[in-house]
């Protein structure tokens, strides 16, 4: 597809417990990000209750819509084409931002355009940094998703290897659980571990195939508070935090760097929710010392937002590649380019 004008992209965000809509322009220029978080409502149950996040998905997404176009003073028959997840995540909270734009772009006669969340989250550096051009490799960290991927093109990835259990996020959140903290799990860890010490040694969680796995990583936290609770005795929470935080951290850095070299390239990329994580931001500054350029999306563009997904959605849009209204909610879908285990 030729372009000769601006384009202008609505995306819509609901996978899971935040409803946001964003106005992007050209795919690299934010003008709206708005962002309705649920954490004060899941808090209570200390952890994201689907039902509940779907129903108040249902409850504001035509507001947070209306709020994004507003304050990028731009009118909907200027908007080029509705981007919307539809992938993965809950599939009841996925199904009300996909219901919400194919009804809008039906009424409009807008153009839809499908977006994969996790590759999403890899745009988010486009918005940080609108000079970032593929090739490139990309640590991806996300509440569901972990892995190192070589970025070939905007819509080409080749994943050079992934967890086989848990997600680093998801993680984060069970051994938060464990040591008493609130939901989220992962700010409230990488807050407590920088006033701990790593005095806790654990397995690395990269695997003899150079996977990740963090389920050993998660039961052996839960068993060390565990074991200590039933003998009677304390432990320095701050401390095991400071020790999960390392070696859930490390081993992803440690493969990433492994990957780099291997493959030659010269920039790294960060994405996904555990991106914020203070001490995997330091790790990352290493490869800057190594003659490696460093991206790493501003802290509101970690976690989820609809930016990202009109991000993305620009460069399905040049592909010309279309949804239809029988679009759906696919809560398994994976990024092009994993391979099974």
Do not use: W
């Amino acid at each position: 597809m030729n372009i000769d004008k601006d384009i202008y992209i609505l995306g819509i965000e609901s996978s899971c417990d935040e409803t946001a809509a964003s106005v992007v322009k050209n795919g690299r220029e934010i003008l709206s990000n708005v962002v309705l978080s649920q954490i004060d409502i899941h808090k209570l149950y200390g952890g994201v209750v689907p039902e509940i996040a779907s129903r108040n998905h249902v409850d504001v997404v035509d507001k947070i819509v209306k709020r994004a176009l507003t304050e990028a003073d731009i009118a909907l028959k200027q908007i080029d084409a509705v981007a919307v997840t539809y992938g993965a995540g809950l599939v009841g909270a996925l199904l009300v931002g996909v219901s919400y734009a194919k009804g809008l772009c039906q009424a409009s006669g807008l153009p839809l355009i499908a977006v994969n969340h996790i590759e999403g989250h890899i745009c988010a550096n486009y918005l940080t940094y609108p000079e970032l051009e593929p090739p490139y490799m990309c640590l991806l960290t996300s509440g569901g998703h972990t892995a190192v991927v070589k970025v070939l093109d905007y819509d080409k990835y080749d994943v050079l290897c992934s967890t086989v259990d848990d997600a680093v996020g998801e993680a984060f959140d069970k051994v938060a659980r464990v040591l008493g903290l609130c939901y989220p799990g992962g700010p409230e860890i990488d807050k407590l571990a920088c006033s701990g010490k790593p005095v806790y040694k654990f397995h690395s969680v990269v695997v003899s195939n150079g996977n990740f796995s963090y389920s050993g990583l998660k039961t052996a936290v839960i068993n060390l508070v565990h074991n200590a609770e039933q003998k009677g005795e304390s432990i320095n929470k701050a401390d095991v935090a400071a020790s999960f935080n390392t070696v859930a951290v490390d081993g992803l850095i440690d493969r990433l760097r492994q990957e780099t070299k291997a493959n030659g390239l010269k920039t790294v990329a960060v994405a996904g929710g555990v991106g914020a994580n203070s001490y995997l931001r330091r790790r990352m500054q290493e490869f800057e010392q190594e003659g490696y350029k460093v991206c790493m999306p501003k802290l509101s563009l970690c976690g989820d937002n609809a930016a990202m997904i009109a991000s993305r959605g620009y460069y399905i849009y040049l592909q010309n590649e279309f949804a239809d209204m029988t679009l759906n909610a696919c809560p398994t879908l994976k990024l092009r380019g994993e391979k099974p285990h």
